[in-house]
C-alpha cells in the first residue's frame, strides 16, 4: 500500500490541488470580489422578475447609469479620503454649489470656458480649505466639512435666490459636460479607471494609505502625511464639482434642491458597500463604482416592482451593515489564507 508521502508524488495530483488553492487566493486578493457577486445577484434578480422586460432595455440602462454616475464620481473621492482615515461631509454640497458658481461667473460677462476653469477652480478651493482647517488646526474631518456643507448650502441659495437655472452651455461643449446620452457614464469611468491606477502603482497610492493606516509611522517613515491629507481633500472636492456640473447639465437645469446630504451619503455607502474601511488604511476606488451599481440596481429595481421609495433607505442601512460585515469576514479568511 503506498505511503501518503508516495501519494502526494503521484504526477498531477498537487498541481491540481495547487491550481484551486492558487484561485482562491487570487480571489480573496480582491477586495471587491463581495459587492461583485452581490452586483451580479441583485442584476439577475431584477433581469429574471415580472418586470425583467421592463429592466433589460437601453432606457432603462441609461436610467441606471443617471443614478450611479455621480454617486461613483464623489464616491471615487471619499474613497481615498476614507483610506486617509478621514470623510468629507460638504462633498454633495459642492456637488450643488459649483455649478452656481459658474452661474455667478458668467453672468459678470466671461464666456462659458473661462466660466467653468474657474468653478472647477472653486471646487478644489473649497476642497484646500477643508483640507487646510483639518491639518493646520487638527480639527476632525467630521466637523470641519459639517460647517463648510451648511456654508455651501447657504452660498447656494443666496447666489440662485433658491431657483433653478438653466446652464448656458449649447452645442459640442454641453455634449462633453453631460448632454450626450452616455457621456456622465464616461466622466465616472474614466475617474475611477485613473484613480484606481494612481492608488495601486503610484507613490501617492502608498502614502494614502499608510496615512489612514498608521500616521504616526508613515510621519516617521517620511512621508508628508498632512500634505496627502490636503491633496485628497482637493480631489474630493473636484470631483463633486465635476459631478455636479456634468450631472446637472444632463438634466438641463442647476437645481439649487439637488445634491446635498443624500448625494453624499450615497457616494459614502458606495465607498463603504465597495469594501472601503471606515477606520482608513484600506480599499479600492473600483470597489466603489460597484458599490454605486449594486445601489443604482436596487433603486431602479425597486422603482420598476412598484416597491415604496421608503424601502430604499431601509436596504441601504442594510446593505451598509452587512457589507461591513461581509467584508469583515473576508479580511478574517485573508489573513488567514495569505499569511
Given at each position: 500500500?503506498?505511503?501518503?508521502?508516495?501519494?502526494?508524488?503521484?504526477?498531477?495530483?498537487?498541481?491540481?490541488?495547487?491550481?484551486?488553492?492558487?484561485?482562491?487566493?487570487?480571489?480573496?486578493?480582491?477586495?471587491?470580489?463581495?459587492?461583485?457577486?452581490?452586483?451580479?445577484?441583485?442584476?439577475?434578480?431584477?433581469?429574471?422578475?415580472?418586470?425583467?422586460?421592463?429592466f433589460?432595455?437601453?432606457?432603462?440602462?441609461?436610467?441606471?447609469?443617471?443614478?450611479?454616475?455621480?454617486?461613483?464620481?464623489?464616491?471615487a473621492?471619499?474613497?481615498?479620503l476614507?483610506?486617509?482615515?478621514?470623510?468629507?461631509?460638504?462633498?454633495?454640497?459642492?456637488?450643488?454649489?459649483?455649478?452656481f458658481?459658474?452661474?455667478?461667473?458668467?453672468?459678470?460677462?466671461?464666456?462659458?470656458?473661462?466660466?467653468?476653469?474657474?468653478?472647477?477652480?472653486?471646487?478644489?478651493?473649497?476642497?484646500?480649505?477643508?483640507?487646510?482647517?483639518?491639518?493646520?488646526?487638527?480639527?476632525s474631518?467630521?466637523?470641519?466639512?459639517?460647517?463648510?456643507?451648511?456654508?455651501l448650502?447657504?452660498?447656494?441659495?443666496i447666489?440662485?435666490?433658491?431657483?433653478?437655472?438653466?446652464?448656458?452651455?449649447?452645442?459640442?461643449?454641453?455634449?462633453?459636460?453631460?448632454?450626450?446620452?452616455?457621456?456622465?457614464?464616461?466622466?465616472?469611468?474614466?475617474?475611477?479607471?485613473?484613480?484606481?491606477?494612481a492608488?495601486?502603482?503610484?507613490?501617492?497610492?502608498?502614502?494614502?494609505?499608510a496615512?489612514?493606516?498608521?500616521?504616526?509611522?508613515a510621519?516617521?517613515?517620511?512621508?508628508?502625511?498632512?500634505?496627502?491629507?490636503?491633496?485628497?481633500?482637493?480631489?474630493?472636492?473636484?470631483?463633486?464639482?465635476?459631478?455636479?456640473?456634468?450631472?446637472?447639465?444632463?438634466?438641463?437645469?442647476?437645481?439649487?434642491?439637488?445634491?446635498?446630504n443624500?448625494?453624499?451619503?450615497?457616494?459614502?455607502?458606495?465607498?463603504?458597500?465597495?469594501?472601503?474601511?471606515?477606520?482608513?488604511?484600506?480599499?479600492?476606488?473600483?470597489?466603489?463604482?460597484?458599490?454605486?451599481?449594486?445601489?443604482a440596481?436596487?433603486?431602479?429595481?425597486?422603482?420598476?416592482?412598484g416597491?415604496s421609495?421608503?424601502?430604499?433607505?431601509?436596504?441601504?442601512?442594510?446593505?451598509?451593515?452587512?457589507?461591513?460585515?461581509?467584508?469583515?469576514?473576508?479580511s478574517?479568511?485573508?489573513?488567514?489564507?495569505?499569511?
Amino acid at each position: 500500500m503506498a505511503s501518503d508521502t508516495e501519494l502526494r508524488a503521484v504526477p498531477g495530483t498537487e498541481p491540481r490541488r495547487a491550481a484551486g488553492s492558487g484561485l482562491a487566493r487570487a480571489l480573496l486578493r480582491r477586495r471587491e470580489l463581495s459587492i461583485v457577486l452581490v452586483a451580479i445577484a441583485a442584476f439577475a434578480y431584477f433581469s429574471a422578475g415580472s418586470y425583467g422586460t421592463a429592466f433589460n432595455t437601453s432606457n432603462n440602462y441609461h436610467i441606471l447609469m443617471q443614478y450611479l454616475a455621480p454617486w461613483a464620481i464623489i464616491g471615487a473621492g471619499e474613497t481615498l479620503l476614507l483610506i486617509c482615515g478621514e470623510i468629507d461631509l460638504s462633498a454633495g454640497f459642492t456637488y450643488t454649489f459649483v455649478p452656481f458658481a459658474f452661474m455667478s461667473f458668467y453672468n459678470q460677462g466671461l464666456d462659458v470656458p473661462l466660466s467653468l476653469v474657474l468653478a472647477i477652480a472653486v471646487a478644489m478651493g473649497i476642497g484646500l480649505v477643508n483640507g487646510l482647517i483639518r491639518t493646520v488646526f487638527n480639527l476632525s474631518s467630521f466637523i470641519t466639512t459639517l460647517g463648510m456643507g451648511f456654508f455651501l448650502e447657504g452660498m447656494t441659495y443666496i447666489q440662485s435666490g433658491a431657483e433653478p437655472t438653466t446652464p448656458p452651455i449649447a452645442g459640442g461643449l454641453a455634449d462633453f459636460m453631460g448632454g450626450w446620452r452616455w457621456s456622465e457614464l464616461v466622466w465616472a469611468l474614466v475617474i475611477i479607471g485613473v484613480m484606481q491606477v494612481a492608488l495601486s502603482y503610484t507613490k501617492y497610492g502608498v502614502y494614502a494609505q499608510a496615512s489612514g493606516g498608521n500616521p504616526l509611522s508613515a510621519a516617521e517613515s517620511g512621508i508628508k502625511v498632512n500634505r496627502v491629507k490636503v491633496a485628497t481633500f482637493v480631489l474630493t472636492s473636484l470631483f463633486a464639482g465635476v459631478a455636479g456640473l456634468v450631472d446637472q447639465v444632463r438634466v438641463g437645469s442647476f437645481d439649487p434642491t439637488s445634491g446635498g446630504n443624500t448625494m453624499m451619503f450615497m457616494a459614502v455607502a458606495s465607498a463603504v458597500i465597495g469594501g472601503t474601511a471606515l477606520l482608513g488604511g484600506s480599499g479600492t476606488v473600483v470597489g466603489t463604482l460597484f458599490g454605486a451599481v449594486l445601489l443604482a440596481i436596487i433603486q431602479n429595481g425597486f422603482t420598476l416592482s412598484g416597491v415604496s421609495a421608503y424601502a430604499f433607505d431601509v436596504v441601504i442601512g442594510i446593505a451598509v451593515v452587512a457589507a461591513m460585515l461581509l467584508n469583515v469576514y473576508i479580511s478574517r479568511l485573508r489573513r488567514r489564507y495569505l499569511r
